[in-house]
């Protein structure tokens, strides 16, 4: 019943941008808390930008200026704005309901000259 579906990641050149979106259905978007997380190949999963009910918003500090969260409760979305991409920043990008233990399937970000 829950589902979450990412979408948006790809191919980008250092320097560039992608929005990435996390489609949501089978509980009330409207009220949880949601999570943007990404795994590297060979590394752990790491949390990247959270944003709350309320619109209240946080990322760890290797983003912070450079990707931006936000939602849309009217289309269950979260999205995820990354600007000043660096490689770095390559991974496999996951939405998760944090109160839920639910992630998405996730969408690759490559970021290469």
């Known amino acids: 019943q829950v589902q979450l579906v990412e979408s948006g990641g790809g191919l980008v050149q250092p320097g560039g941008s992608l929005r990435l979106s996390c489609e949501a259905s089978g509980f009330d978007f409207r009220l949880e808390t949601m999570g943007w997380y990404r795994q590297a190949p060979d590394q752990q999963r790491a949390w990247v930008a959270t944003?709350?009910?309320?619109?209240?918003?946080y990322y760890t500090p290797s983003v912070k200026g450079r990707f931006a969260v936000s939602r849309d409760n009217a289309k269950n979305t979260v999205y995820l704005q990354m600007d000043a991409l660096r490689p770095e920043d390559t991974a496999v990008y996951y939405c998760l309901v944090p109160r839920l233990s639910t992630w998405g399937q996730g969408t690759q970000v490559t970021v290469f000259s």
């Open positions: 944003i709350t009910d309320a619109d209240l918003t």
